[in-house]
């Protein structure tokens, strides 16, 4: 059947990209990889000796290529271990394990014109689109920005590839986008993008309610995964366990620990594969998934980013 | 493939379709338990059965291929538009073309063969006599678009559908066995319009769960869920458009010929993600099965009538059985030793 389990990998380049950034590239140990969509990422699986890290990946490669994928990974200052494993551990030659691509950040084709705001890191996706919005000669202008002394991954050459249609914000140098500049005078029906910290998607969303830009127009994708907060205890009462959730680790990570299989894709609070049921204890939601009814019940969580309000969580597993 | 494609056999008039045993042991029967409910009801769609049966490839070609093959072809001559593409489609026609192609020739090497240098291919199917080069991705060198070429060649309907504004859009297929449904009425739809008319599931959530879920199905992780309805006659083309000419048929039910006219009709619907275009394609692979042949298999047999006697009045309207769902169940409860 035409189904792809996780492809393996071999590590055939390593880059220092900016001073905070290492690019991989990818090639698989047996035939060729799927060819994928624009805003498309993977979860890369790395099996460090005290704990498995699982973390999503934008595909930062030209789509249509096949032989190999390149992924960027920013060094995090409050990494819970995969971007310090990224950097620190692996080497040209390792062997790793990733899923199949999913796309939940895709072009919206459709519009009239294309404005993307990559902050940082955030710039990983949008290496996908560009290839394609070449081909397909559709107006697009790329907004960056970042701090020379951390990321700024690509940004001579991308300067030098697409000139006026990519602006540089280094802030290391003072240089600073006007994003309410950028937004004005835009053709009607061009879509907005955000990639890059919470600080930017916010910043970019409130012009855009200031200036009478519909929601559906823009759209964005947080690189943040799980983050870390107190710990709890978590009951599994169908299984008649109990586990230890510790401040650094997810929900998702502390099942995955104790080998209890639950299907996910983003690992963002994004995709809501990883829903699980709560029977008892109150959750702090994190996730951008569930509804707001949803999360009033109490009833259900996404433990990839979310974790318990108290000590104490009951899931239905 | 177990079972050997056969001379054809009709659909309309004469309806001389018949299941051979090999056909009736492998039909997916779709109730897994005796009392009917309304669930997502999705698994991968991965191999399940062994040897022959209808779960054995990601497409499965049965005894009914020419048959099927020269039904579509007297509806599409009848009706083009039961094809139907918008212009954003094209790629996402040709990863379905392409997935099609790779997955029959290495299923059913005797009857399918696919040879490609870079981006020219030639395609061979021996069942329909089929030899053709081509250049991948140029609708140009194909005696027909994409999909309408590759369409023709495989059993079951085909949707496909564009994933933006958080959802997915009906904007490409090909549909000449649907179960009283109109892709020419639901081209365009979202995913909430087109399920608008389904009853008891608005409540549930469950529309938009099945439509989360299916907007984040990865590349190269298809999934299937069964379907099913009741049909009189061995009809292919239930589509709204020919309403005119099958829906009086319901009104042909007696008891003394509900066994033989009325046949259990699933679709095995299979959604998979195509990797360039980040399309959703659904097939719908029809199986028609009477309810004399059915009866055959014992556990069917008692499964159905349960299964039938349970059946909410809400879903008895809405798949438009209310004429014959008495003379059905009536029929069947011979066969259920509880009763």
Redesign the interface.
Known sequence: ?????QIDVKVVAIEQVAPMIKAFTLEPLKGEL????AG?HVVVEMDGSEQRYRNAYSLMSD??DNRQYQIAVRLQETSRGGSIYMHDQVALGDELKI??????F?P???AKKHILFAGGVGITPFLSYLPLFKQREVEFELHYLFRSHQTGAYSAELAAEFGDQCCCYDADQGKRCDIAEVMSGQPLGTHFYICGPESLIEAVRATAEEMGIPA?AIHWEEFAGAKPGLPFKVELSRQGIELDVAADSSLLEALEGAEVDIPN??RAGV???CVCNVTEGEVEHRDS?LSDTEKQSGQVIMPCVSRAAGGRLVLDI | MRVAPKEIQSFRDDFTYTNSAAAIERFPFPFPEDEYRYSVNIE????KGGEGSAFE??IDIDEHYLSEMAERELVLKDMPNRCLVME?MDLACWEMLE?YM??LAEDYPEHFTLTRDGDSWRWENKLLHIDDHFTFGDSATLPRPPLDYIGRQVQGDFALMD????NLFMDAGMVTCPADWSLAFDAGMSFDEWHGPVPMVHNEGIIDRAR??L????????VRRLNWTLTVNARMDTSSETYNEWGHERASITPENVGEKIYLRVEVQVL??M????AVTISIRTYLLSLEDLVTNKAWAVRMHRTMKTLPEALIHYKGLTRFHGMVVDYLAQFDPAN
Request: proline letters at 14%; glycine letters at 6%; one cysteine or more.
């Open positions: 059947m035409s189904t792809i389990d799927t060819p994928f969509s498309a789509p249509n899923s199949p691509p999913a796309n939940l895709a919206a084709w459709r559906s894709l983003c995709c809501g594969q998934y | 991968a769609h991965q191999p490839h990601y954003h997935r790779v997955s994933q933006r504004e958080g989360k879920y907007m984040a199905l990865p590349v190269g992780q298809p998979d993600r990797p360039r275009s980040n």
